[in-house]
């Protein structure tokens, strides 16, 4: 069963609100769904970081290790006081059999370590309007990336 269909998927029990964009992410079409909202993913660091997202061609790029002890409530933290915070939706794509969803940013933010253990192999979040966007990586690394400052002195 799929996190958008399962009501019981662990996931539900922190969200506030999820709702299907009605655009399958499968064959490519997560990635064209990026970049019809301007966000840059031809996989150029996918062997440098298991990006999706090629970070030579953003702007800001900011990075910062995220799995080590006592990182959800710091991490948090960051996000909450992070532009992101601004926004009251994101969009992301949780499992293969899924829809891309809609998500509220407040949700991701309280749980942001649920929405990434739900995700399986990295993740990618994207505000409505594809202006502030973050990955994190499904590789060894654990970098969490983004084109806004969430962790303090991470550019890149």
Not at 111 to 129: C, K, N, P, Q, R
Not at 130 to 147: C, Q, R
Request: charged share 25%; hydrophobic share 35%.
């Amino acid at each position: 069963m799929t996190i958008f269909t399962n009501k019981k998927h662990f996931l539900h029990q922190h969200l506030t609100f999820i709702e299907s964009t009605g655009k399958d992410g499968k064959d490519s079409k997560f990635n064209k769904f990026l970049t019809d909202l301007g966000v840059s993913n031809n996989g150029n660091c996918w062997d440098i970081d298991h990006s999706t997202i090629d970070w030579n061609k953003t702007g800001n790029h900011y990075q910062f290790f995220f799995d080590y002890v006592d990182n959800e409530s710091e991490i948090t933290d960051w996000l909450g006081k992070s532009d992101l915070s601004k926004y009251e939706f994101l969009y992301t794509w949780l499992d293969w059999n899924d829809p891309i969803v809609k998500i509220k940013t407040v949700d991701f933010i309280n749980s942001w370590g649920e929405f990434y253990m739900a995700s399986v192999e990295g993740m990618i979040l994207t505000t409505i309007d594809g202006a502030k966007y973050m990955e994190f990586t499904d590789d060894w690394k654990f970098h969490l990336n983004s084109n806004f400052e969430i962790k303090p002195n991470s550019l890149k």
